[in-house]
């Protein structure tokens, strides 16, 4: 009797760790799927803009934007590669929550560097547009501005969501059972 109790036991606790690492692993792939898009579009949306605005804002200015958005496209980049190397089938949960903790370290770290450089760039494109003192750009400038950090702010609430469900996840599987090996 007491054999039987014990193999239903490990075969409730095999069945929630593979739910626990099923959930943490669709949350992980819906943020590298989010992360990969962005950096695709950090590094391909510059081109465009270049060669159609280039004429109005000079060198200095193509530079600092191209280092913006490649900067930016590298450090999302970085970040999807860091959550690639979390594998919740060789790491225990402990291992993954450190990573998962190193990642959002990082994560805050980009942030700081992106909005240093970002502030700095809006801020010579309202400069142009008040030199020019060309109504339709200002308004466009602060229209563009708004919109842009409305679906910022946007994208980086879904993200610190899924970031806080994955951890969540990974506590709780680490308060469950402690740390679980897979293939136990």
Known sequence: MSIKVDSLQEENRRIKDMIARKRCTSTRDRLMRQLKRMSILCFVVPWPIIFNTSHLFGNVFIVMYLLFFLTMGSLIHAQYRMLDKI????????????????????????????????????????????????????????????????????LDYRQRCLIRQLSDSLSESLNDDGPVVAGR
Not at 99 to 127: D, E
Not at 139 to 151: E, N, S, T
Request: charged share 20%; hydrophobic share 55%; net charge positive.
């Open 87 to 154: 594998d919740l089938s060789t790491m225990n949960f402990k291992e993954a929550l450190k990573a998962c903790i190193r990642f959002k370290r990082f994560r805050l770290r980009s942030h700081i560097a992106g909005y240093i450089m970002g502030a700095i760039m809006v801020v010579n494109i309202m400069l142009t547009a008040y030199r020019l003192e060309s109504q339709p750009m200002i308004i466009g400038c602060w229209a563009g501005l708004v919109i842009g950090m409305a679906i910022g702010l946007k």
